[in-house]
């Protein structure tokens, strides 16, 4: 079982923060330009620097399976790039102000330079991988990149109503979100003679669905002040997501109305989602979404059977908790 | 020297017709996706079919390099795939509600969508360059693409005024043009023992780089119904191109004076437009740039010297003469 006791990003990166310092030197490296508008732009974007979770878990998987040396700081790095290139398409796409609890590229930019952009971090990212010259961590990560943007395309269909069902909703998340933190650990678990990276390929993608449903969740039950998002946020926006889904079944014909209604509504009131975040509250949604999070999270406990105790397992399985806990 | 007589893309595609036939059948099965929203865009692409110049350039650079088989043609794919992802893209941030006659994903889906698949395109491009294990071929594709990138932020910093000179417009048209024609040449090049790829790589530069100042002089003197565009739309647009920047040093301060109005007022009028091109013709400007197209011209024909007569070479030195010549 995953620990129980809080765990922190500060404590998971603990075995690896050097490491972590090194990759971000690499990514302010990777993405510099003689073109100064480049620059600008990265300098907005180095400042942000973010979580830096996915490269911990490439950085993690890396030291469980071997050395972990200048090769496995880049790939962290690129790892870390490629997801800052989606968020940045993601938040052009989304048309987001802020991300971060800082204005996006679009916002501050525009839109043209938000998406141009990221087509520049994401192409920067290919050609350093191209340069490491490592075949296994290039398939990976090229597979990776194509399937999240199938999976920003099945979330524009998940907006699309009711029949959005839990196969979709899975095939989503494991293409949105669960595929890069599935490769990040690949792609770590690649050092020494990778005598893990299955498992640890797994494990990702088991953690990223964990994560994903924990994070569709906290739209339902968060509040403002924790999440930074108002609850019901996914609602409002039509997107349909794990707990709505789980309770549709349970719901009588007149709550399965009212939440039809809230679709057809280009623009619900707050009482309106309240009134639906209720339903799906009472019939057992949220309740169900929260033991497949956990199911999800046993499971990618289960991969790291095989791998002997060390620092850097504990902080894999601290991950899990991490990644089911957090308040965003 | 160039051929003086009338070529057409028809002649020029002759020698590799059957390959490159093959190349657009293998670019159909690259793009299919087993997710239905992704196959609707993809009908409407491949409907448009385009003029599939780069893979013709990549499949006759094949030719005059070495045996032209699977393998080139699925790199003539590429390049096309690659070409189509920057399209999908650049008339996302174009706002552009029209592309070779028919409606822009972005119009025909939305902005969201053509976003995504830009990103999808251009991933499965990746994707299908690493599984072709060609290593030379994937350094030349990636670097390409970034150059693409860099020159989509220049192109930005064209509308931004006067100040936008020469080795401005050079390093712009390198690499939003030149880099893609350059690339498709050397890694077509790249057949048999590659005799001829440093030639084939600059070739394709001088080519790429004579292909769009003849693009931009077309808005100085085109005819909208030969063009498909009015006539001083990059001057609508304040897009600085050769022509201008050719004239502006003949210019007295009253004709610059209004080519600074023209450049300050959000929404010119067709007249101020036509001022500003008949003071350009007056100045030179028009004339000048074709002179650097035609100088170009023969410099990318002078990189064909090496290599023996054939049908292949006289369809690359024919490629030169449709570039500077054609009328979109």
Known sequence: MPSQTAVTLESIK??????LDAAFQELSRIVRSDFSMINDVNSHLLKLRGKLFRPTLALLAARVSGEVGEREATLAAIVELIHVATLVHDDSVDHSAL?????????????QVSV????????RAIVELVDLDCAPALKVMSRVTNEMTIGEMRQLQSHDGL?????DYDLLIKAKTASLMSGACEVGALSGNAPYREELRKYGLLLGMAFQVAD???DYTGSEAVTGKPTGLDLKEHKITLPLILSLPSMSTAERDRVQALMDDPDP?????EEIVGIVQ???GIKAAGERASELAENAHDELEGIPASEARTALVDCITYAIERRR
Chains 1, 2 share one sequence.
Do not use: K
């Open 163 to 167: 029949g959005f069902d839990e196969r």
């Open 282 to 284: 009472d019939r057992g």
């Open 14 to 19: 603990q075995p690896i923060q050097a490491e």
């Open 99 to 111: 991300r971060r609890g800082q204005p996006t590229i679009n916002s501050l930019f525009s839109h």
């Open 269 to 273: 009131t707050e009482e309106a989602v």
């Open 216 to 218: 569709d969740l906290l």
């Open 116 to 123: 141009i952009m990221g087509d520049y971090l994401y192409s």
